[in-house]
């Protein structure tokens, strides 16, 4: 297990204990998808970076980056924000190997989890910081799969969840938050 998900774990057995809970990211973020994972009328949502890139990367000789991809790494740049139009920098055939990778990424970890829709596979489509295992090459979602199953358990043993295992007092969130 990554050490960054014992640590989180650990802050959020701290945090859901907590008479006066600060904000916390990404803790908030992630309660919110346990709350949307568990409760089936929540609206669920899918990233699509073809569709919506929330963050680009602009380093100082205006090279240009998708948020997940790596920035150190000039094969991996969508071009130069200096001579080229972002238009072109957003549809041409560097962002279409950027965005193939983002969508290989959710195909080989969302798909099979339980949090897909409620979790919309931006941490592990353009999140770098959630890779810390490769199998064949493609980055594992061993953050914050992990994070919302320790959420999870920890709400479900509170007893703070109904009958049809819903927060009673908490509606779910409409929005992924991190998408
Ligand atoms: S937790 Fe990870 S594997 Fe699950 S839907 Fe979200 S990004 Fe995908």
């Known amino acids: 297990m990554p050490e960054i998900v014992s640590a989180l774990n ?4 701290l945090w859901l204990g907590s008479d006066h809970p600060v904000q916390v990211s990404p803790l908030d973020d992630q309660l919110q998808i346990v709350l949307r994972h568990l409760d089936p009328k929540a609206p669920r949502s899918y990233f699509n970076q073809r569709e919506w890139l929330p963050v680009i990367v602009v380093n100082t000789p205006g090279d240009v980056y998708a948020y ?3 920035y150190e790494d000039l094969r991996a740049s969508l071009g130069n924000i200096f ?3 972002l238009g072109e920098l957003l549809s041409g055939p560097r962002f279409d190997a950027s965005a193939r990778a983002a969508e290989t990424r959710m195909a080989a970890n969302c798909l099979n989890c339980e949090y897909f829709g409620a ?5 592990i489509a353009s999140n770098r910081d959630n890779v810390h295992t490769e199998v064949d090459g ?10 919302l199953r320790h959420i999870e ?5 509170s007893g703070v969840l109904d009958g049809d295992g819903r927060v009673a007092t908490s509606p779910a969130p409409a929005a992924d938050p991190v998408a």
């Open 10 to 13: 650990g802050l959020a057995d």
């Open 68 to 70: 997940g991809d790596p």
């Open 83 to 85: 001579t080229t139009p």
């Open 119 to 123: 979790c919309s596979g931006a941490a």
């Open 138 to 147: 493609i980055g594992v979602c061993d953050v914050d799969r992990a994070v």
């Open 153 to 157: 358990d920890r709400l479900r043993s």
